[in-house]
């Protein structure tokens, strides 16, 4: 969560305007406005308006890709983007050479946990900003 928070802590500075949703009770980024999501459906919703969101492997990563919105996928070392990648997202994936595609495993994963430490805020922050450079250019 820490590393969430030092993520939009920096994309404020610069001026990104930023949305969390999710359920009543789920940990609160500060100073990002919240809107609360009552269901899975209700996100998608939320997402389907985006330019681009940032989130972790899982169903989001895959709505964005139904959606057309580009997805910043902060994977890790569990599963890599040549298994449950899409064409044209941004993925954070710490492939090494006993696992290329990741390692697979879900709970207490030295290596999973090492390949997370190891993407930090700001090189996501720095690709999101260079992103959405690039869509404002495409627009002018």
Known sequence: FQNWQILADWLRKIKIPLLQVGPLGVLRLNGVEFVTTHDFRQACGALSGARAIITAEGAFHHAAAVFGVHAFVIRG?????????????????VRTEAHPHGCGFRNNCEHCRLAMNSIKPLAVGLAVEEFLMVESEKKT
């Open 77 to 93: 070392g569990f599963i890599g983007p040549t298994v449950t990648g899409y064409p044209g997202q941004t993925d954070f994936f």
